[in-house]
């Protein structure tokens, strides 16, 4: 069965330090990933997805950044984060595109 | 531009009781729709699916159904548990088309026991 990890689970940073949150799939091969944030009672904005290994493409533009080094890794980046960079950040994955995506348990991010 | 929505953002109900979420779509070409139960501080769960060329299908107390007519979606949970308080909404898919599905913002079910 697949299954979609992240780490960390919560990480509290202050303002300008760098962030790199990963994500990782297990039992599957060349899934589409995708990077979301979720702010307190709102809806789900995508932020990257990627259908390979070094493709990556951006949906909002923002000081965050995303890399793809093997085929079941993702992994979501800063050089400086912002106060608005806080919320929750959810990784998942599709078998297909267009298809149903799954998502891993995700990494509660606050700034300070 | 298109987007999915949702009726009603917060639905109180006793326990044993039926449970409508609702929700509509406004891209009359999405064929593919799914609903996820989110609890707090966890990520989305896959709950049912059902493509546009069915309009019902049910799953373990849970039933999906579909009005094209009207672009309504909404999933029904039977004898509604305390379990199943969450936030749940609908995401819209046109497969094979966008990898992106969208999602609406999602409707808080508070279940007293």
């Known amino acids: 069965s697949q299954t979609i990890h992240q780490w960390p689970a919560t990480l509290v940073q202050p303002v300008g330090s760098p962030l790199s949150l990963e994500c990782t799939v297990e039992?599957?091969?060349?899934?589409?990933l995708y990077w979301y944030r979720q702010a307190a009672g709102r809806g789900l904005q995508l932020l990257f997805y990627?259908?390979?290994?070094?493709?990556i493409s951006s949906e909002v533009p923002q000081n965050l950044s995303a890399s793809r080094p093997q085929d079941r890794q993702f992994i979501l980046s800063s050089k400086k984060l912002l106060l608005s960079d806080s919320g929750f950040y959810l990784c998942?994955?599709?078998?297909?595109?267009?298809?149903?995506?799954?998502f891993g348990p995700g990494t509660r991010l606050l700034v300070l | 531009g298109e987007s999915v929505g949702l009726h009603l953002p917060t639905l109180s109900v006793q326990e044993g009781d039926n449970s409508i979420i609702n929700c509509a779509y406004s891209?009359?070409?999405?064929?593919?729709f799914i609903w996820y139960k989110q609890e707090s501080g966890k990520g989305p769960q896959f709950i049912i699916d059902?493509?546009?060329?069915?309009d019902k299908r049910q799953g373990q107390r849970v039933t999906v159904l579909l009005n094209k007519t009207v672009k309504h979606l909404s999933l029904q949970i039977a004898a509604t548990q305390p379990g199943d308080s969450a936030v749940y909404f609908c995401?819209?898919?046109?497969?094979?088309?966008?990898?992106?599905?969208?999602f609406g913002r999602g409707t808080s079910l508070i279940v007293h026991p």
């Open positions: 998942a994955f599709a078998h297909l595109v267009g298809e149903t995506q799954y």
């Open positions: 995401a819209e898919l046109l497969s094979g088309g966008s990898y992106i599905p969208t």
């Open positions: 059902i493509r546009s060329n069915m």
């Open positions: 891209n009359s070409a999405s064929d593919y």
């Open positions: 039992g599957t091969s060349n899934p589409n």
């Open positions: 990627s259908i390979g290994i070094d493709q």
